[in-house]
Antibody, heavy 122, light 107 residues
Framework: EVKLLESGGGLVQPGGSMRLSCAASGFTFTDFYMNWIRQPAGKAPEWLGFIRNKANGYTTEYNPSVKGRFTISRDNTQNMLYLQMNTLRAEDTATYYC?????????????WGQGASVTVSS | DVQMTQSPSNLAASPGESVSINCKASKSISKYLAWYQQKPGKANKLLIYSGSTLQSGTPSRFSGSGSGTDFTLTIRNLEPEDFGLYYCQQHNEYPYTFGAGTKLELK
């Protein structure tokens, strides 16, 4: 069974940093592109970025809205995905999801975690 | 960015009925639209991609149609487990974008 489990959320002050983790299991992690998506309460989800699979060199792409502040990485020995978030703002408050991309269908997510809540507030 | 507009925002229906949810893109996205279901305490579920391709495990009462800028998700013969939030998402171009959602509630 495919499982994705986010952790590391919580309260952070404006200007601060936070790293989210996503533990993956039930599939060959290195074969898949992995994404981060966030969703402010009551609003539309927003794609943040992805990290490619082994065959494509684990390179990354980001939404321009977070490029330069957010960094996606992965530890393929531990089947872990990470989202490093810096210079956080109140508008970064959201539930953050990791998601696996459907092979062969760019930008389609066929498995999601249940989300980690991040609140940016003083 | 491609803006995705969903309608209606809220929809009330009874089990056994059929409903349709619409999604409109601000520019042509060819056939590249996905639909997801979101329910409290559960992971989001991919229902349909490329406009009309059912994801493995999606019941056949779900169907997707449309191309270009206008798309529809239809659910026939609603089951109790179908009530929840539905989102569309264009997967045609970067950055890929979502609609604001449709809440399907029990009448």
């Amino acid at each position: 069974e495919v499982k994705l489990l986010e952790s590391g959320g919580g309260l952070v002050q404006p200007g601060g940093s936070m790293r989210l983790s996503c533990a993956a299991s039930g599939f060959t992690f290195t074969d898949f592109y992995m994404n981060w998506i966030r969703q402010p309460a009551g609003k539309a989800p927003e794609w943040l970025g992805f990290i490619r699979n082994k065959a494509n060199g684990y390179t990354t792409e980001y939404n321009p809205s977070v490029k330069g502040r957010f960094t996606i990485s992965r530890d393929n020995t531990q089947n872990m995905l990470y989202l490093q978030m810096n210079t956080l703002r109140a508008e970064d408050t959201a539930t953050y999801y990791c998601a696996r991309e459907l092979p062969g269908y760019p930008y389609v997510m066929d498995a999601w975690g249940q989300g980690a809540s991040v609140t940016v507030s003083s | 960015d491609v803006q995705m507009t969903q309608s209606p925002s809220n929809l009330a229906a009874s089990p056994g009925e059929s409903v349709s949810i619409n999604c409109k893109a601000s520019k042509s996205i060819s056939k590249y639209l996905a639909w997801y279901q979101q329910k409290p305490g559960k992971a989001n579920k991919l229902l349909i991609y490329s406009g009309s391709t059912l994801q493995s495990g999606t019941p056949s009462r779900f169907s997707g149609s449309g191309s270009g800028t206008d798309f529809t998700l239809t659910i026939r013969n609603l089951e109790p487990e179908d009530f929840g939030l539905y989102y569309c998402q264009q997967h045609n171009e970067y950055p890929y974008t979502f609609g604001a959602g449709t809440k399907l509630e029990l009448k």
